[in-house]
């Protein structure tokens, strides 16, 4: 592990570290084959895809190759469902709006680094009341290139008028990691987020493994 240094403002991935989206994925994905004719799956059968977008929770939940000549048209008609219920059920993770509202109180700005694209971003944190209190949002189809690529933290440390030595990315997934480390940010998995039994968390080279949001508030300046 790292020597410990501190960060001046916080980059949370999305799914799965600041919100918990996965009822709604679920829940849409669910619908989709009740329209298909088959019954509903157990969330347990989709916890391993469930963060990784729309094409891995179509393979998984039709066993079909995205080679498929149904693929295509059932990844639509997913995100079709999703959209309108993307918050329907979710919500922040347990702790989360406590660590949203001590960074707010100690004047260090937060922001969104997702893959998520935003016309489905977008309308989830406007209808959870959080569009305004984020200092920056990147999502997956604002540019050119999405995590483990660099380039979307850079542009959140560009918006946040900082470096990203100055910055905190908070995820569950590897690429999360991979993306702050090549930016240079200080890199904390979730391990409150989607974690599936065969990741190697410890391998992925974070900083941190952090337990419950509030145990992001270690890695910040101190303030006097």
């Known amino acids: 592990m790292n020597p410990p240094r501190f960060a001046r403002a916080v980059l949370l991935d999305l799914d799965g570290t600041l919100l918990d989206t996965a009822p709604d994925l679920i829940g849409s ?42 693929f295509e048209t059932l ?41 998520k694209p935003g016309w489905l971003t977008r309308p989830l944190i406007e209808a959870l009341g959080l ?25 959140a440390c560009r918006q946040l008028g900082l470096t990203p030595a100055d910055c905190v990315i908070v995820g569950d997934a590897r690429r999360d990691v991979e993306a702050g480390v090549r930016a240079g940010t200080l890199t904390l998995v979730a391990l409150f987020g989607y974690i599936n039994a065969e990741d190697r968390v410890s391998c992925w080279g974070a900083d941190a493994l952090i337990g419950h949001p509030l145990d992001v508030m270690r890695w910040l300046q101190p303030t006097y």
Not at 33 to 60: F, K, T
Not at 90 to 114: K, Q
């Open 131 to 155: 569009t305004d209190r984020a200092a920056c949002l990147v999502t997956g189809d604002d540019l050119t290139r999405r995590k483990p690529d660099p380039f979307p933290i850079e542009e």
């Open 75 to 115: 990844r639509q008609r997913f995100l079709a469902i999703y959209r309108d219920r993307v918050s329907r059920d979710t919500r922040p993770f347990p702790g989360m709006l406590d660590l949203l509202a001590g960074l707010e109180e100690r004047g260090i700005p937060w922001g969104i680094v997702t893959n």
């Open 29 to 70: 994905l669910n619908d989709l084959r009740r329209e298909q004719d088959l019954p509903p799956l157990a969330a347990g059968e989709l916890a391993s895809v469930v963060s990784h977008g729309s094409g891995p929770l179509i393979r998984r939940g039709f066993s079909l190759e995205t080679t498929d000549e149904r």
